[in-house]
């Protein structure tokens, strides 16, 4: 992979992991294991759709993924990936590169 695309790939999962709603998200699904985004939005005090789109990011991200069928949908965070998605960005960030300096 070419260093610009991984530096976008970084931020892309950089982006997903900046905003209070899906920091408060991760850490409800670390608390709680699967989680409906109806209960998240009325515990963060904000509208399904919101939640939806917040959890779209995750998702896209590799930090969450959907359990169960449509009507009973769960979200949960993928701890393994989560994981190696903080070690590939402290990676990258620490990584010397006469490209980047």
Do not use: W
């Amino acid at each position: 992979m070419s260093k610009n695309k991984k530096a976008r790939d970084i931020t892309k999962k950089l982006k997903a992991l900046a905003s209070f709603p899906r920091v408060s998200m991760i850490k409800k699904m670390v608390n709680e294991g699967e989680c409906k985004v109806g209960e998240m939005a009325k515990e963060l005090m904000t509208d399904q759709p919101s939640m939806s789109y917040h959890m779209k990011e995750l998702i896209d991200a590799g930090i969450a993924e959907s359990v169960g069928l449509k009507k009973e949908r769960s979200y949960r965070l993928r701890e393994e990936n989560f994981g190696n998605i903080l070690l590939e960005i402290t990676g990258f960030l620490l990584e010397k590169d006469q490209e980047y300096v």
